[in-house]
């Protein structure tokens, strides 16, 4: 039992038969990274870059600021993977120098990759500050965009980072069901899928993730959300390439087995989260987390799901 607690509190994250599921942090800058080694990631599955630009949002952070801060987080993992998203702007997270004031949607208008591809001198500084910051040393660099839609945006974003000189992997976030139905085709552009389920989900339900009373459609189990979600991770499974999930889902113990039931391949979460999230793995099978994975899929409603693969996994 003393193993099995320790190994609850340290170690990778993996399920009873070994079958390995890296569990990552969710960081906002190095601020985060003490809680994130702290609590045992194994790296870094989502840098959200814009909080660095929120500190001053008449304009971009310099070169050098951005070297800086993205090379702390590099060396906090110094043989680890490291998965940084290019600047998010836009709709929850607006800048005054990039965001357009006048729209009637902001969540459905300028905003991710879609601010970039506007502004592609503020890309091109961030992409070449990522690079810059990474020379020299050993870590897995992966470099990803918010909001692809297609694989005209895939490719937009991946010539990007070819221009940048990025000696990285590229890849290309899930967070809108037209990603999702078609990552076949994304993935001819990208060498990974990282799957944003807080905004998949508001996109798929047409459901603003900032309105309360909408909670019930923005409920990460809904079996709808758990499809698109399967087709992403097998369409990374068919290109034998990687499928995280750095949304809010990956955080949910339960659901972090059934994810990994559905073929994704890494969770990353607030470090908080990592502990319980490495406890609930590690006490079943790959096979237990299909099966959950298929029982919630076949429900109808989020409240179903999860009661579907309690029964599984409880063993009732
Ligand atoms: C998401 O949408 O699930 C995501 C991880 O990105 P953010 O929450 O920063 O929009
Ligand atoms: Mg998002």
């Known amino acids: ?72 987080v590099l060396e906090a993992f110094p043989e680890g993977r490291v998965v940084v998203r ?66 005209v945006d895939a490719k937009a974003f991946a010539d990007a980072c070819r221009e940048a000189g990025l000696q990285a992997k590229f890849g290309a976030m899930v967070e809108i069901p037209s990603a999702a139905l078609r990552a076949r085709s994304i993935l001819h552009e990208v060498e990974f ?19 309360g009373a909408l909670a019930r459609l923005q409920d990460p189990w809904q079996p709808a959300l758990l499809d698109l979600i399967a087709f992403s991770a097998d369409a990374a499974k068919a290109a034998g390439k990687s499928c995280g999930v750095c949304g809010e889902a990956a955080a949910d113990p339960m659901l972090a087995c059934v994810l990994t039931g559905l073929g994704v391949t890494s969770l990353s979460m607030g470090a908080a989260s990592i502990p319980y999230v490495r406890t609930a793995l590690a006490k079943y099978t790959l096979a237990q987390c299909k099966r959950a994975a298929e029982a919630a899929r076949a429900t109808d409603t989020a409240e179903e799901a999860r009661a579907a693969a309690h029964q599984v996994l409880s063993g009732e």
């Open 1 to 72: 039992e003393r193993k099995a607690a320790l190994s609850a509190s340290s170690g990778p994250g993996q399920t009873s038969d070994g079958h390995r599921v890296p569990l990552l942090a969710n960081v906002g800058g190095p601020a985060d990274l003490p809680a994130a080694l702290e609590n045992g990631a194994e790296g870094v599955g989502l840098f959200r870059t814009e909080f660095l630009f929120l500190d001053d949002s008449a304009k971009a952070p310099t070169e050098e600021k951005q070297i800086e801060a993205y090379r702390k």
């Open 193 to 211: 899928l990282s799957l944003g389920t807080n905004d998949l989900a508001q996109y798929t339900f047409a459901a603003d993730r900032q309105v």
């Open 86 to 151: 290019a600047l998010d702007a836009g709709a929850d997270k607006p800048l005054d120098f990039l965001t357009p004031a006048d729209e009637p949607n902001p969540a459905l208008g300028v905003r991710g990759l879609r601010t970039l591809l506007e502004n592609p001198e503020v890309m091109q500084t961030q992409l070449r500050a990522l690079a810059k910051a990474a020379e020299g040393l050993p870590v897995h660099l992966e470099v990803m965009a918010p909001m692809v839609a297609d694989r």
